[in-house]
């Protein structure tokens, strides 16, 4: 009688521990330039086997969220 109660307090005491996740919220840094859509004229190189795209005299790496302006 005694061996299933403190095996069901056990486990209870223990699932207590296993939800401990924690909600992360991903934000952008400041001054981060994101472009949705480039336009045909860009260019493709690579450096040091990264790709990026070249337009205008800027690079952008491509995310996500679109392609954002890096410096090299």
Do not use: D, E, W
């Not at 001054?31 to 450096?47: S, W, Y």
């Amino acid at each position: 009688m005694m061996r299933p109660l403190v095996y069901t307090l056990v486990f209870l005491f223990a699932m207590s521990f296993t939800s401990c996740a924690k909600r992360v919220v991903v934000r952008q840094p400041a001054g981060v330039t994101v472009v949705q859509k480039l336009p045909r004229q860009h260019n493709i190189v690579r450096v040091n086997g990264a790709r990026y795209y070249v337009f205008n005299g800027r690079y952008h790496r491509k995310t996500r969220q679109g392609y954002v302006v890096v410096n090299l």
